[in-house]
């Protein structure tokens, strides 16, 4: 039996795309239009990624909990429904075979897409995102040796070698661009990102003529190609404290700095973050304020970020390729006293 709340229409095609910013589409997810609800790929995985989240017998918190998962939980999402109107910013919930119904703020979108490893990596080394849901890091290329950090889908790593062990099998020296120091990790979770995915976009048009707008009160990023707009998505911004803290400062920024990945942290574990991987990162201010690609939470349109402007790493990856300045295909960053302006207003 359903509980006693109004329950909500499945997700119509018009109002699905209204919220690709925040739901599936913006995650680069490929989606099946077959009525009602919206069906999704049959390899179509989430991801928990938060500490703890409830499952509910409707796509409502007001509906009765029939479960909890834990973060790193993964499931099969069978179908997308709109919830009730709480929360207003994402109304969007998977369907849970067996199980019930998940909010997509919590649930992180992966597929799993095993690669052949390399037999070789060049001396400039290669950038390469993670095609797994997670993959674990040891001190050596060996699951005895020491764990370290656990990298998840969509992350982005500098590969710098490849060693076999004995077993044969495939391992990249990952790069942690914070510590300073090597890694390693089963080389097929790991998908080389090509020449074409990294090429500018829009080249053609005048550095001059691209804007980005940023909306704290929408939570929405707007890019401009003159008066075009060509680009649109959720994001989430700082989020508000009694101190202020983690606000997104508002004003006219330019990119100065961008790199394709970064080991982000702060504080301890208690009280900050660490964060290696994060990928897409075009940087607006000294202190490191910057767009970059989220994979720790789902929830666009919701103001929660340390001040960054988040955005899913699909959409990262876009604004990443069409601002200036551009980033060598081969370099880990670029700085440049010019690029492209952004404007982030109320």
């Not at 992350?155 to 004995?166: F, L, N, P």
């Not at 080249?203 to 008066?227: A, F, M």
Request: proline fraction near 8%; glycine fraction near 8%; hydrophobic fraction near 35%.
């Amino acid at each position: 039996m359903w509980d006693a709340v109004d329950l909500p229409e499945p997700l119509s095609r018009r109002d699905f795309l209204k919220t690709a910013g925040f739901g599936l589409l913006a995650m680069g997810v490929p989606l099946i239009w077959r009525g009602r609800p919206l069906a999704l790929p049959t390899d179509q995985l989430g991801r928990v990624a938060e500490e703890k989240i409830d499952a509910f017998l409707a796509p409502s918190l007001g509906a009765t909990r029939v479960g909890s998962l834990v973060r790193d939980d993964l499931l099969q999402l069978g179908a997308a429904v709109v919830g009730d109107r709480y929360p207003e910013h994402n109304r969007v919930w998977y369907e849970i075979e067996q199980l019930g119904f998940v909010h997509s703020g919590a649930i992180q979108p992966v597929r799993n897409d095993p690669q052949v490893p390399l037999a070789e990596i060049p001396w400039t080394g290669l950038l390469a995102e993670v095609c797994a849901p997670f993959v674990d890091s040891f001190l050596e290329p060996d699951t005895r040796s020491e764990r370290q950090y656990r990298y998840y889908f969509e992350t982005t790593h500098w590969v710098t070698g490849v060693q076999r062990d004995i077993l044969g099998r495939g391992w990249y020296r990952i790069e942690d661009d914070k510590l300073e120091r090597p890694f390693f990790a089963r080389a097929e979770n790991f998908r080389p990102i090509p020449l074409a995915e990294l090429t500018p976009i829009s080249s053609d048009i005048p550095p001059e003529d691209k804007r980005i707008e940023v909306s704290l009160g929408q939570q929405w990023v707007q890019c401009y190609e003159g008066n075009d707009l060509v680009f649109s998505t959720r994001v989430s911004t700082g989020q508000p404290t009694p101190d202020r803290r983690y606000e997104t400062p508002r004003g006219r920024f330019t990119i100065s700095r961008k790199r394709s990945s970064r080991h982000m942290a702060e504080g301890n574990l208690a009280a900050g973050y660490d964060l290696p991987g994060v990928p897409w990162v075009a940087y607006l201010s000294a202190d490191g304020i910057a767009f970059h690609g989220t994979y720790w939470h789902n929830d666009f349109g919701a103001r929660r970020s340390h001040g960054c402007v988040n955005l899913t790493p699909q959409a990262a990856k876009w604004l990443y390729r069409w601002t200036q300045p551009v980033v060598p295909m081969h370099e880990r960053q670029m700085w440049s006293g010019t690029g492209t302006r952004a404007l982030i207003k109320i």
